[in-house]
């Protein structure tokens, strides 16, 4: 019995609450929002806009840390993107830089006027091999270009050395710095002709054969003579006189030339298509 009791309780109340709502919907809809609920609504509102606003100060700590996340990882994509455009346009500067550059160095090796007779064939250095014993480097071109032992190598600046060895696709050639080259070079002042050895590493070239009479300028320019069983044309620019004396009872002057060419910064040259005459 104390079961339907409470069965009956429990209906009666739920009747009750469905009658009240709809009593309250019916009173709100003809006060027009402005009645006694509207007044409960409000009261409402302002009892729990503390709980509300705590509530908001609970949350927005958190929502900012997720919003602040978001937005870190945004700004980082930015840079790294930022970061990309500017290598990008670096490279790009960097590489229109160099074009300009290399475009005038063939410009000037163009008009080699010191040899304006013979032809040319450009070529590239791609390896470097200095040392105490041999100081080369390695050319891009080679017999499919029509390049032969002996040719001469030089720049717009002057002579840089002869073509020692030669492949289908490269050719090496003999630095005219390195200690085993010897040429005949003639000085452009006196008109008198020496023997100019490489020395190495070493910058300074000793130019011999020079007579103790002779007036060596300093700065005095050094070419080809074209004279030595004609492994060189005449004329090619090889240096300058950097010093000249003649030491106590020495038969010929001390002189020693500075070379036009850097070897150093060698990029692009010109391969003079010649033929040495063979020596007797």
């Known amino acids: 019995m104390a079961v339907y009791r409470r069965s009956g309780r429990h209906r009666f109340v739920l009747v009750l609450l469905v009658l009240t709502s709809i009593t309250a919907i019916t009173l709100d809809f003809r006060d027009g929002g402005e009645g006694a609920l509207e007044t409960l609504r409000t009261g409402g509102r302002e009892a729990f806009a503390p709980i509300q606003g705590a509530a908001e100060g609970l949350f927005s700590p958190v929502g900012n840390f997720f919003g602040g996340v978001f937005r870190y990882r945004q700004v980082q994509d930015d840079n790294a993107r930022l970061r990309a455009e500017v290598d990008q346009a670096r490279q790009e500067s960097v590489r229109a830089v160099d074009a300009e550059r290399e475009r005038e160095l063939l410009t000037r090796l163009a008009n080699l006027d010191f040899v304006p007779d013979l032809r040319d064939i450009p070529a590239r ?115 300058k006189v950097r010093s000249a004396r003649v030491p106590e009872g020495a038969l010929a002057q001390e002189v020693l030339i500075e070379p036009f060419v850097d070897f150093r910064r060698l990029e692009l040259v010109r391969i003079l298509v010649w033929t040495p005459t063979p020596a007797p």
């Open 125 to 239: 250095v791609v390896a470097n091999a200095p040392s105490n014993f041999q100081r080369t480097v390695t050319l891009d071109r080679g017999s499919k270009a029509d390049v032969a032992v002996g040719m001469p190598v030089v720049t717009n600046a002057g002579l840089v050395g002869r073509v020692v060895d030669v492949s289908e696709q490269r050719s090496t050639v003999l630095l005219v710095t390195d200690p085993s080259s010897r040429i005949g070079v003639r000085l452009v002042g006196s008109r008198d002709i020496g023997a100019l050895t490489g020395a190495g590493p070493r910058d300074l070239m000793p130019l011999d054969l020079i007579n103790i009479d002779t007036t060596v300028s300093e700065g005095e320019a050094v070419v080809s003579s074209g004279l030595d069983q004609g492994i060189l044309p005449a004329q090619i620019p090889v240096g």
